[in-house]
Each structure stands twice: as structure tokens, then as C-alpha cells.
């Protein structure tokens, strides 16, 4: 496991390192002048030149990423451009925030896929299954853009039932089911979709298997099969795909957040690439994916911890 566990991290840090190269570089050949985005399109040309200079936007690149990335190791993230506030405070404020979105979704939809994906598998190639997959499939191809405008106009536009726009909810409870789920149902398509396709694929694995049949001709009833053996081994693969999406709830609600004007870290990051603010913009998208990486290493010890087999085939 230690063996393991040091590989998995060199890789995570090569990752990291190469990600934050790409990041920079991207960063820098953005459209528009830092200073120019602050001081406004009538600003002196000689204002947004003093500007650049005192921000530091006009040094050599190696230096600037040498700068950066120190500073974020260490915790010193830099001051936004725009909003004037340490860069740190606010995208652990807005990443809060998305945890808060993100959980809320998880805890809804996990269950709820797991529990189709595995009645799937038990009605393998029926007419129950068939529709599932019909079901799974167009939730995947379906963008957030797309399902998350027809739920807010159906049910905020035209019925009224939810705000148009979520906010943080307070300590009542209904007041937290009331803003955060229009926000949470096209994260919810996209999920249902991949944790009920992998949910299935697992029971139908684990249902073929030479222990399930071992099961059944010892006379164990059904459910106590499923129970005590199908479940346990087939939801080992969707442990990952959970974790995957965690990472991708975290980082990947630019769309969802910015439509429903949710303060979450997916609008900070749209909010800081249309601003041209750099810090921001840099800091977040360096911190979800460290995030990423470490959900993905967490979800590789536990499947590794849940999973006999892969520890024996890494000592042989």
C-alpha cells in the first residue's frame, strides 16, 4: 500500500506541475489588456501601461510562473484584479459553496442511481433494462445549458414553484430544498446516467460470477444473494465514478452556477475569465484540480482497500 500510495502521488504531482504550466500559459494569451479590463475602454493608454508595470503583468513569463506557483504553495494566492480582496478568501469562500451545491445533488441523486442501475441488471435484457439504458443515455448526451433552461422555465417562469435565482439557502431546512434543487436537477441528469450505467454494469458482472452461483445452488434466497454478495462486489467499480464526478461537481459548474447565478466557484471562474482576472482565475482552476486528484486518489485507496484482488496483483 505505501508502494502505492507514493506512486499514486508522484504521478498526482507530475500532473499537477503540467497542469499549472498549461494553465499559465493559457492565461497569459487570454484576449485583452489586465489593465485595460480594470480601468475601463477609456482609460489613458499611459494609466494602463503604469498599471500593467505596478501589477507585474509586464515581467519576463518564467519569472511570473515562478512567482505564482510558489505563492500557491505556500498559500499566498495573490489579490484579485478586480474585487481587491485576497484571492484566497474568496475562492475558498466560493468553493464552500459549491461543495454545499454539489453535495446536495450527490445525496439525492447516488442512491436514487444506484438503486435503478441495480434493478436494471436484475431485469437484464427486458424490457425494464431497455428503457433504463434509453433513459441513462440521453441524460449523458444532454447538456446542463439545455436541461437546466427547461427546468427553469417550467418550474420557476411558468410555475413559480422555485426562485429563478439560488442563493445560499439559510438554517431552514425547506428553505434549503427550495434553492438548491433547480440548480441540482441538470447536475442530477448527468449523474443518474453514468452511476446508473456503471451501477448496472457491475450487478450484471457480479450476477455472472462463479460465487453468485454458489449462492444460489446452497439454496440462499434471492435477496439475501443480492445483499450479501452482488452488492458488495458490484458497486466497488461505481466507488470511482463517484468520485470522479464528485471532482467534476466541484469543478465543472460553470454552466449550472452562472445560469442560476449561484455564488459557487464555477461562476467565480467565468466571472474572472471575462474580467481578465488572473490571480482568480489561475488560483481556482489550479485548486480544482488539485482537488480532482486527490478525490481520485482517495477513490483508488478505497477500491484498493475494498478489493482483495488489486492488492494481491500489485505485490506479484
Not at 4 to 32: D, E, H, M, N, W
Not at 91 to 100: D, G, H, K, P, Q
Not at 170 to 194: E, H, N, T
Not at 273 to 297: K, S
Request: net charge positive; hydrophobic share 55%; charged share 15%.
Amino acid at each position: 500500500m505505501g508502494r502505492f500510495l507514493l506512486k499514486r502521488l508522484g504521478l498526482a504531482l507530475l500532473t499537477l506541475t503540467l497542469v499549472s504550466i498549461i494553465l499559465f500559459a493559457v492565461a497569459q494569451v487570454l484576449p485583452g489588456d489586465v489593465g485595460r479590463a480594470i480601468l475601463g475602454p477609456y482609460a489613458a493608454e499611459e494609466q494602463v501601461v503604469a498599471l500593467d508595470h505596478q501589477l507585474g503583468v509586464d515581467r519576463p513569463l518564467l519569472i511570473r510562473y515562478w512567482d505564482w506557483i510558489s505563492g500557491f504553495v505556500v498559500g499566498d494566492w495573490g489579490t484579485s484584479y478586480l474585487l481587491d480582496v485576497p484571492v484566497a478568501s474568496i475562492t475558498l469562500e466560493r468553493l464552500r459553496n459549491s461543495v454545499i451545491l454539489g453535495g446536495f445533488a450527490l445525496c439525492l441523486i447516488v442512491p436514487i442511481s444506484i438503486l435503478f442501475g441495480v434493478l436494471a441488471a436484475l431485469n437484464y435484457r427486458r424490457w425494464f433494462d431497455r428503457i433504463m439504458a434509453v433513459i441513462a443515455l440521453s441524460l449523458i448526451a444532454l447538456p446542463e445549458f439545455v436541461s437546466g433552461v427547461i427546468v427553469l422555465v417550467i418550474f420557476a417562469v411558468k410555475l413559480g414553484w422555485l426562485p429563478v435565482a439560488a442563493h445560499l439557502p439559510s438554517a431552514d431546512p425547506l428553505d434549503w430544498f427550495r434553492q438548491l434543487l433547480l440548480p441540482s436537477i441538470p447536475l442530477m441528469f448527468v449523474l443518474f446516467g453514468y452511476i446508473s450505467r456503471m451501477a448496472r454494469a457491475g450487478t450484471v458482472d457480479s450476477l455472472r460470477s462463479n460465487y453468485v452461483r454458489t449462492a444460489i445452488l446452497k439454496g440462499l434466497p434471492r435477496w439475501t444473494v443480492i445483499r450479501r454478495h452482488v452488492l458488495r462486489n458490484s458497486l466497488l467499480p461505481t466507488i470511482t465514478v463517484i468520485s470522479v464526478q464528485t471532482g467534476y461537481l466541484v469543478g465543472g459548474l460553470v454552466v449550472t452556477e452562472t445560469l442560476f447565478n449561484y455564488p459557487g466557484i464555477g461562476k467565480l471562474i467565468f466571472d474572472s475569465a471575462i474580467g481578465h482576472d488572473l490571480p482568480v482565475l489561475q488560483a481556482t482552476v489550479l485548486l480544482i484540480a488539485l482537488l480532482y486528484m486527490v478525490l481520485t486518489l482517495a477513490a483508488d485507496v478505497v477500491y484498493t482497500v475494498l478489493n482483495p484482488r488489486i492488492r494481491l496483483s500489485s505485490r506479484s
